[in-house]
């Protein structure tokens, strides 16, 4: 999976929006999952915090 932004800690944005606008903060990278990379963040911070 390749890198995202600053922006990546922002959650995904509606098809809709990405689809229809061109909005910075909703755009990814090519080949970056920002739900994925969410996801595995926040399963990081997790397990910091509690073990």
Known sequence: M???HHFAF????????????TIP???DPAG????AW???VN???VAFMFC
């Open 25 to 27: 903060v909703a755009l």
């Open 32 to 35: 970056f999952d920002r739900a």
């Open 10 to 21: 922002i959650a995904p944005f509606v098809d809709r929006v990405t689809r229809e606008e």
């Open 2 to 4: 390749e890198d995202g």
């Open 43 to 45: 399963q990081q911070i």
């Open 38 to 40: 969410l996801n595995d």
